[in-house]
């Protein structure tokens, strides 16, 4: 079957309904397709099919796998140099668990949704580590994958990298996430917006028992329970952000 959009180019504004379509076209458009949008898009419904299968895998207990049609797909986004990085960013982004969970409501066990998940970021930054140069939201809990982080959270010299390199370290269980989140406070601890981020970056993190984080932040100076916007990002945040953790199997 033939996979055309030359249309797109005359009239951009135009999209199409990729509803019906094929796992195979799909994966085609994701590849090769020259409208952007339409391989995001393309991207979020594989994404989103792949999810499900391994939702209902991850319940029965089977292994989960990571098709090698995907994985190429997603390195052809990775190596595609006319690509804009944010839109590549985009693109290898998978769906929040929030939205999974919306997507399969009679299968929306938090637990199993972070768990398959994580299983698909840290199969593809695994897959296309050699393709990166630098894997920003890694889950791979590696020593050179903390190194860089730790070392870019340092040399960073404004705070979009910098809160980047936070957002990263705080998903893992390392003594250099501890000196990452002190270094943060330590340096923005004067300015209340900034604590609001530091807060919440916190209390979205998945790493198991992170509720223990989120206690002791309510003790914290850098919270007011009487603060609105405070109570905002670090309930809020813990709420919404983190749904495997506020559904913890074990009530905590």
Not at 225 to 246: A, D, Q, W
């Amino acid at each position: 079957k033939v996979i055309t959009d030359g249309l797109i180019d005359h009239l951009p504004e135009l999209r199409f309904s990729m509803e019906g379509w094929s796992e195979d076209e799909l994966l085609f458009l994701l590849g090769n397709d020259s409208d952007e949008f339409n391989r995001w898009e393309a991207g979020q419904r594989l994404s989103k099919t792949l999810i499900a299968s391994l939702v209902e895998k991850c319940a029965q207990g089977e292994e989960l796998e990571l098709g090698e049609k995907y994985i190429t797909a997603m390195r052809s986004v990775v190596c595609d140099a006319n690509l804009d990085k944010s839109f590549a960013a985009a693109a290898l982004s998978i769906p929040s668990e929030n939205e999974i969970a919306e997507l399969l409501p009679g299968l929306a066990d938090p637990a199993v949704i972070n768990t398959v998940r994580s299983f698909i970021r840290k199969s593809l930054a695994a897959a296309l580590q050699p393709e990166l140069e630098t894997v920003v939201q890694a889950t791979l809990k590696t020593p050179a994958v903390v190194t860089e982080l730790t070392a870019r959270f340092r040399a960073a010299d404004n705070m979009t990298d910098q809160t980047a390199c936070l957002a990263a370290l705080v998903e893992m269980d390392c003594p250099e996430r501890l000196e990452a989140v002190e270094a943060f406070y330590q340096q923005w601890k004067d300015d209340p917006l900034v604590m609001n981020k530091w807060l919440g970056l916190q209390a979205m993190s998945n790493l198991q028992g992170n509720v223990a984080t989120v206690q002791s932040l309510l003790q914290h100076p850098a919270f007011d329970i009487k603060n609105p916007n405070k109570v905002y990002s670090l309930v809020g945040g813990f709420c919404n952000g983190s749904p495997v953790n506020f559904h913890a199997s074990d009530g905590s």
